[in-house]
C-alpha cells in the first residue's frame, strides 16, 4: 500500500493543474473488474479530500455513468467519470492497476485509470479535464513512463512533465 | 504516425472538420435569425418582382387580345370605334366575373383572405387558389380598360409568393407575417418603382409600426424587388416630370390650401365608392351581369373621354407635362371619378391606388391654375400643385403622410417638391382624418373582422401560439458523433436532450463542444449526458410574452425550449419571434 499523500489540490483551479498534482495517486490498485477499480479508486478519493461531500452519491454517479457507455480512451487507459452534485470542485484519483483489468469486452486489458469528478455546473471545466487527459495520454512516452515509475513520487513527476509540456 | 482506416472514426473526424468549419463561419459572419430573416425577405423581394413583372406583361397581353391594339389603354380607346369603347370594358367585366364564378368551384373552402388581413388579423397564410383566381379576374378588369389599379393583385401575387415561401420553411406566425409583408412591400415597390414607399406602405398602413425588426426586412426586400425590375426594364423612375422649385415662400399658403381641399374632397372620394359598392350590390343582379354593368359605364364614359380608361396614369403623365387643359381636366375627374365609382362598385378586381393619384393629380392642377389666374405669385407652375396634390391625396385616403411623401418623392425624383408636399400631405392628412376616420385600407379590414369573428382575437398573447414544435433533440447517451452530426444538420446553437419519455433534460450547447472539434479521442468518450447542461433556462406553454421577454434577458441564445409542468418538451420559442410578436401586440392594445 502506498503512502498516503497529503491533499494538494484543494485549491487548484485549472486542469492542468490538477493533472499534475491529482488528489490521490494510487500504484498497483488490486481490482479484478472495472467495476471493482472504480470502487477501489473511489474509495481511496473519498478518505483522501473532503471535497467529495456524499460518496454514496459519487459512486453511484461514477458506475451508472460507465454503464451507459463506455469509459476508455485506450486499450489500456480509462476514465471513469461523473457530473455529480457529491462534489464540490474537479476532483481527480490516478491509479495504476497490478494487473491488467477488463473494463468491457473491448477494453480488456486498462492499466492506468484517471477517475474524475466534476460538480454539475462545470460543464467546460469537465470538458476541459478530459481533453487534456487526452492529449496527454497519446503520447506513447507518457504512457510508457506511467507503466514504468516505480515510486509514486516518480510517478506525479512523469505527470507533472508532461502536463508542462 | 500509423493512419487511421476505420472508416467509422473517418466519417467522424470529417464530421468534426465540417463542424469546425461551420463554427469558424458562424462566428466571423454571425448570422443570427434576424440576418436569415433578411436573407428570405431578399428572396421574396425578387420573387414578388417577378411575379409583378410577370402580371404587368400578362394585363398588357389581354388588353392587346382584347382590343387588337398593343398601344397603352387610353390610346387604344382613342383608336377603336365608339361601339367597341363601348363594350371593352363591359366584355372584360363579363370575363372577370366568368373567372371569378369558375374560380369559386376551385377555391370551395378556401378564405378570400388577401395579403392585408393576412398580415395584421390572420396566420399569415395567403390562400394561393383563391389568390390567383382573383389575379387572374383583375387581368381582365384591367386589360379592358377599368378605371382600376394594377397594383392591388400585384402586391397580392408579392404577398402569396412570400406566404408560400414561408410556409415551406415553416416560419411560425409572427415570422409568417412579416415574410407576407415583406411579399406586399416587393409588390408596392416592384409596381411604382418606389422601394423605400413600398416599405412604409407596409410599415406605416398594415403594420403601424416603423420599428426596426419590422422595417429592415421591408426594406431589404422592397430593395431587391425595385432592383430587379430595374434591370429587367429600362424604368429607372415611373412619372418622368420636369424640375420643379418652389418660385417663392408665399406659395406655402396656397399648397396649405391645397391640403386642406384634398383632405375634404378624399373622404368623398371614399365615401362615393363605398356608396356606389352599395348601389351595385342593391341591383341584386348576379355578379358577372355586375361587372359588366360596370365596364359599361367605363365604356359609356370613354367613348366622348378616353381618359376614364385604365388606372389614369398617362393622364397624370400628360398633367404633370402640362399637356392638359384645365378646362377639360375639369370634366375628366367628374367622369373618371364615375368611371372609378362604377369600376370599384362593380366589383371589379383591382386597387385604386393609382386613380387616387390621378385624383389629386387632377385637383391639385385645377387648383393651382386658379390660383395662377388669381395671383400668379402665388401658384407659378399649377404643374408643381399637381404633383404636391398627387400626395396630399395618396395621404389623404390612405391615412399614410410618411408613406405618401416617400412615394411622390421617389415616383418624381425630385427634391425641390419636398418642403410643399410634407406640408400639404399632412394637412391633408389631418382634414381627412377629421372628417372621416376610415381610410381606403382599414374598410376591407374592418369588413373582414366582421365577417370573421374571433379573427383580431389571433393576437398572440401566449408562448404555446408562438413556438416551433419538434425542435431537434439527442437521447442522454448519444455519442459526439451524433451530437456533431446533428449540429452540422440543424442551424442551432443548442441540442435539447431529452428521455424515452421526451421529458426535458437539458441542453448541450455547440459554444461548450466547439473547443474540442478537433480531438476524435474526446469524441470517442464523450456522450451527451457528460456535457448536458441541467441548468439550461426554459420557458412554459402557458407563459405570458413579457414573462418569456424576461427570461430571454438573462440568457444569451436565440431560442428557449419550451416546457410543460410535466416537464415535457413540447417546442422551442425564438427570441426573434417573441420580439415581433411583441411588436405586434404594442399595435393591438390588450392583446399581449
Redesign the interface.
Known sequence: MPPAVPNVSSDLNTPAELIATPDIVALDLEATSGEDAIRALHQRLRAATPDVKDAGRFLEDLLA?AA???????EDIA?P?A?TMAVERIVLAVARTAVPVAFDAEHPGVRLIFLIGTP??A??E??RM??AL??LL?SPGTRAALLAAPTEAQFRAVLARAVKR | MKAVTDPAKLLLARMLRLLRWRVWIQERLQPTEWQVTLLWAGFVGWLGALSSLMFSALAEGVHHVLSGSSAGVVESMRQLPWWAVLALPAVGGGLAGLVLLLGKHLTRGQSSTDYMEAILIGSGNVPVRASLVKSAAALFSIGSGGSIGREGPMVQLAAVMASLIGRWRQFTPPQLRLLVACGASAGIASAYNAPIAGSFFVAEIILGTIAMETLGPLAVSAVVAALTVRVMTSEQHLYKVPEFTLHSPLEMPAYILLGLIVGTLAPWFLRSLRRAENLFIATRLPLIARLMLGGLIVGALAIKIPEVAGNGYSVVVNILNGHVLWSTLLVIVVCKWLATASSFGSGAPGGVFTPSLFMGASVGFVFGTAVNAIWPGAAADPRAFALVGMGAFLSAVSHAPVMAVIMLFEMTLSYDIILPLMIASVVAYYTAKGIEGRSLYSDALRKKAAETPGATDFAIGRVAELMKPKPPTLP??A?FAEIARLFLAMRVNNLYVTDAEDRFLGAV?LH??K??LG?P??A????A???????FPVVGPDATLSDALGRFLNFEGERLPVVDSGGKLLGSLSKGDLLLALVEARKKPGAA
Not at chain 1, 451507459?68 to 485506450?74: D, F, K, Q, R, T
Request: aromatic share 4%; net charge negative.
Open positions: 455513468r451507459i457507455s463506455s469509459v476508455c480512451i485506450a476514465l467519470h457530473r454539475k455546473d460543464v467546460a469537465y470538458l478530459v481533453a487526452s492529449r497519446k | 442522454r447517451q455519442h450547447s461548450d463542444i473547443p474540442y480531438e479521442e474526446l470517442e468518450l464523450v456522450i449526458s457528460d456535457i448536458l447542461r441541467e441548468d
